[in-house]
């Protein structure tokens, strides 16, 4: 093997792996730089990272000399790696999210608040508005990528909550008591109502409030982001 195309966040982070990979040095090969890196949207969305072939010089050997560096150059790359690990994933997604507010012209504070099965991070200050958006999708979009953040400084998958202003139970009770009045139009005119496409924690609000009910059923359809829920009468026995 005298080529080989590898991956990384960094042009440099793929050369390092590349080395790794061939087993020899920089100065024993040509780098030929396929993609640069490019950040995407807050820095998150749309990330690609940079993509390099290595060739190996025609004389450079293909396992490299007694007291080479290369086996160091690996255990230093897997070392970069895995150094993320060693900060707290929760304060790194609470850090994302002040940035976020100062970008915004917003002055917040967040936080980070353990429960059972996921970590909520609260966020307060004033105009908070901006930050919740309608109907919570700036929200949501936030905590998608607070997730993204936070797991990239852990070794095991965590779960965030982003809430603001009490947003979350605001919006539960909101979706619950539309879920009842919707099974009541269905339930009167004997035809199924589609709702509008939610994500799939508001689906769950409405499928965990309809469940019991004696005389609709719910269920999901379509492709996300456009999956919505849809009410209709339970066949009659």
Same mark, same amino acid.
């Given at each position: ?125 004033? +105009? ?5 958006? $309608? @109907?919570?999708? =700036? *929200?949501?979009? #936030? ?19 982003? +809430? ?5 139970? $605001? @919006?539960?009770? =909101? *979706?619950?008591? #539309? ?59």
């Amino acid at each position: 093997m005298n080529k080989i195309v590898t991956s990384g966040k960094t042009v440099e982070e793929a050369v390092r792996q590349g080395l790794a990979m061939l087993g020899t040095t920089e100065d024993q090969v040509t780098v030929n730089v396929l993609e640069q890196p490019s950040k995407g949207f807050l820095g998150l969305i749309g990330v690609k990272g940079a993509k390099v072939e290595l060739t190996l010089l025609s004389k450079s050997p293909a396992v490299p000399p007694k007291g080479d560096r290369s086996e160091d150059r690996s255990l230093e790359s897997q070392k970069d790696l895995s150094s993320n690990t060693d900060q707290d994933p929760y304060q790194e997604a609470a850090s994302f999210i002040k940035d976020v507010g100062e970008n915004m012209g917003l002055q917040v504070d967040v936080e980070i608040v353990q429960k059972k099965d996921a970590t909520v991070l609260n966020i307060s200050g004033n +105009d908070l508005g901006m930050i919740i958006g $309608r @109907r919570g999708q =700036t *929200l949501d979009a #936030l905590q998608y990528l607070a997730n993204i953040i936070a797991n990239r400084y852990s070794d095991s998958y965590i779960r965030i909550i982003l +809430d603001a202003e009490n947003f979350r139970e $605001r @919006r539960k009770k =909101t *979706l619950e008591d #539309l879920a009842v009045r919707l099974a009541g139009r269905v339930v009167r005119t004997r035809k199924e109502v589609a709702l509008e496409p939610m994500p799939p924690q508001e689906r769950k609000v409405i499928h965990s409030k309809l469940q019991d009910h004696p005389e609709v059923k719910t269920f999901s359809k379509g492709e996300e982001p456009n999956r919505r829920v849809v009410i209709t009468l339970k066949q009659s026995k």
